[in-house]
Nanobody
Framework: QVQLVESGGGLERTGGSLRLSCAASGRPFSGVTTGWFRQNPGKDREFVAAINWGGDYTVYTDSVKGRFTISENSAKDTVYLQMNSLKPEDTAVYYC????????????????????WGQGTQVTVSS
């Protein structure tokens, strides 16, 4: 049973930075794609970024390109989301997800493609 635990959320000002971490336990990230999603109340869960096992391929939603960076530390079974130049519209609960989804497929942006989810961490960006 894979368990994902996010950390690193909090309150930050516009233009600031935060780094989210997603630590896996129970089974390593080997062979899976890991993604970050975000969600606000009453809205659908939105794809943010994903990284393949090995970390040589990444995908981002357009609104975070150039500001967010997803990376992994396979030795620690941890995936990170470095968020720079934060904007108020980045405010959301951020979720880490892992699953056997092909990183180059369109499904990588679909929440239903992921089997394992963390509990979420709140990110709030003040204007």
């Amino acid at each position: 049973q894979v368990q994902l635990v996010e950390s690193g959320g909090g309150l930050e000002r516009t233009g600031g930075s935060l780094r989210l971490s997603c630590a896996a336990s129970g089974r390593p990230f080997s062979g899976v794609t890991t993604g970050w999603f975000r969600q606000n109340p009453g809205k659908d869960r939105e794809f943010v970024a994903a990284i393949n096992w090995g970390g040589d391929y990444t995908v981002y939603t357009d609104s975070v390109k150039g500001r967010f960076t997803i990376s992994e530390n396979s030795a620690k079974d941890t995936v990170y989301l470095q968020m720079n130049s934060l904007k108020p519209e980045d405010t959301a609960v951020y979720y880490c997800a892992a699953g056997h989804v092909v990183i180059t497929s369109t499904q990588v942006r679909e929440p239903l493609a992921y089997e394992y989810w963390g509990q979420g961490t709140q990110v709030t960006v003040s204007s």
